[in-house]
């Protein structure tokens, strides 16, 4: 598999099976804590859900940050997983870095904070999940190519494990990712722009997109089953 450096100094790999990088070329670990982190406002003790787990560096942000994390992250390629190993990451990431290198090659890890990757199709694998999250990361390549993890019956399913309050982020501001979200029940915004803007969603908290992007959600918005 391809590896490639992103702006902010760390690696990506390449998809051939997607045709796309897994990170946005300005910054893998810029876009885990700008895109993810952040905007999910992940503190101690939560438990968060790690959709498309990939070279697991949203999950490494949380745990670089904060303690006590119960992770589940939802993987279906472990060749992926086996290029872990050859990232390399600025000097005070690897530390953390340690912990998303041994749980590619066990799957699980417990110390203050627990993670468990399940590998497998998430439409499906997310089924058997019964807990509930504070945040999730939705984190898979782009809705036309990957369509599984945008559709309508996925995004219930990602619902029904989420708390009222609890916000689930991804980098994509595609009309028709905004409209199955909506579909599904969800209140919507604007996450940060990073490179570009990112999408926010919640059961409860009062999000509201801007008028104008609500329109072009209403026009050209079609929900993606
Ligand atoms: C954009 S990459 C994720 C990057 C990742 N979050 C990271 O920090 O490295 C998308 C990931 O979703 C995974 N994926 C795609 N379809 C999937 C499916 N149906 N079930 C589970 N994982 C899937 C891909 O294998 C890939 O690892």
């Known amino acids: 598999m391809k590896v490639v450096q992103?702006?902010?100094?760390?690696?990506?790999?390449?998809?051939?099976?997607?045709?796309?990088?897994?990170?946005?070329?300005?910054g893998a670990l810029e876009e885990a804590f700008e895109k993810?982190?952040?905007?999910?406002?992940?503190?101690?003790?939560?438990?968060?859900?790690?959709?498309?787990?990939?070279?697991?560096?949203?999950s490494a942000a949380a745990l670089h940050k904060f303690k006590n994390l119960k992770i589940i992250g939802l993987e279906k390629d472990k060749n992926i997983l086996k290029q872990i190993p050859k990232m390399e990451l600025p000097k005070y990431f690897q530390n953390t870095f340690k912990i998303i290198k041994q749980v590619s090659k066990t799957l699980h890890?417990?110390?203050?904070?627990?993670?468990?990757?399940i590998i497998g199709d998430a439409s499906k694998t997310i089924k058997d999940i019964t807990e509930k999250f504070d945040a999730v990361f939705l984190d898979p390549f782009n809705f036309k190519t990957n369509q599984e993890l945008w559709s309508l019956s996925f995004?219930?399913?990602?619902?029904?494990?989420?708390?009222?309050?609890?916000?689930?982020?991804?980098?994509?501001?595609?009309?028709?990712?905004?409209?199955?979200?909506?579909e599904a029940g969800f209140n919507i915004t604007e996450?940060?722009?990073?490179?570009?803007?990112?999408?926010?969603?919640?059961?409860?908290?009062?999000?509201?997109?801007q008028e104008k992007n609500q329109k072009i959600v209403d026009v050209f918005g079609e929900v993606i089953n």
Do not use: W
């Open 36 to 58: 993810y982190i952040k905007p999910c406002k992940i503190k101690d003790n939560y438990k968060i859900l790690d959709i498309g787990f990939g070279l697991g560096y949203n």
């Open 155 to 182: 995004i219930k399913e990602i619902k029904k494990r989420m708390k009222p309050s609890s916000i689930l982020s991804t980098y994509s501001s595609a009309a028709p990712v905004r409209k199955t979200l909506q």
């Open 191 to 209: 996450g940060p722009k990073v490179g570009s803007y990112c999408t926010l969603a919640s059961i409860n908290l009062p999000f509201k997109l």
């Open 6 to 26: 992103t702006r902010d100094g760390s690696f990506t790999c390449f998809s051939e099976e997607f045709k796309e990088l897994y990170h946005a070329r300005n």
């Open 109 to 117: 890890y417990k110390n203050s904070s627990e993670i468990k990757i």
